[in-house]
């Protein structure tokens, strides 16, 4: 254990998996948090990450769904309540990219996109509201990215759904903050994970990477430092901002 920021509270990672979703939900299970990993494809990365936070000595289960579907979210939340009891935290992480031109991307793969980047978070954020509600109190974060914020080429669906969610982040901030909900966004730049090992490694990842002012891409155990600030009790004061752990490639 490390800290305390989280203790005796339960935190709902999705997309928990990998990445930046893992690196959320051990660094909560570090301040003292239970943590409930959401995976969908992935059980042998759900269970790395199970282990990771069992391994610093306390309650971690896993939980599989597929948040495009509504019927699964609210299914997943009501696991996870029967499981711990309650639900004080909810991060929505679970995401997808598409990369490629415009005029090339079928209604389909749009839709996809939208219902796991956007649409998931609607419904998940729908089901954990009520208990929350019930108390008084929560944290909801919600993973946003530097491309909701800054056009790019050939992103159309995945900013989109980024800048949906930053929208979404707002708007639910206002509604629920006086009822003590506290809703907020990370708006990640280009985050070394095996998701963006290709770009990284890519002649745009070394254009990008010129771009930045510090000269480098962030690792997602520190844009998870920003979640679990968010989370804690530190971040009292903050409702409906976006942090952006981007390395300078974005300054709103």
Known sequence: MTGDRLARKVVLVTGGSRGIGAEIAVKAAAEGASVAVHYRDSAQGAQRTQRRALDLGVDADIFRADLSHGDQAVALVDQVLARFGRIDALVNNAGRTLVGPFLEITSTAWDEVIATDLSAAFHTTRAVLPSMLERGNGAIVNIASRLGQVGVHETAAYSAAKAGLIGLTRALATEFGPRGIRVNAVAP???????????????????????????????????????????SDDAALFVGQTLNPNSGGYMP
């Open 189 to 231: 730049g280009v985050t070394i994970t095996d998701m963006t090992a290709d770009l990284v490694d890519s002649e745009e990842g070394k254009r990008r990477m010129a771009a930045m002012p510090l000269g480098r891409f962030g690792r997602a155990d520190e844009v998870a430092d920003a979640v679990i600030f968010l989370l």
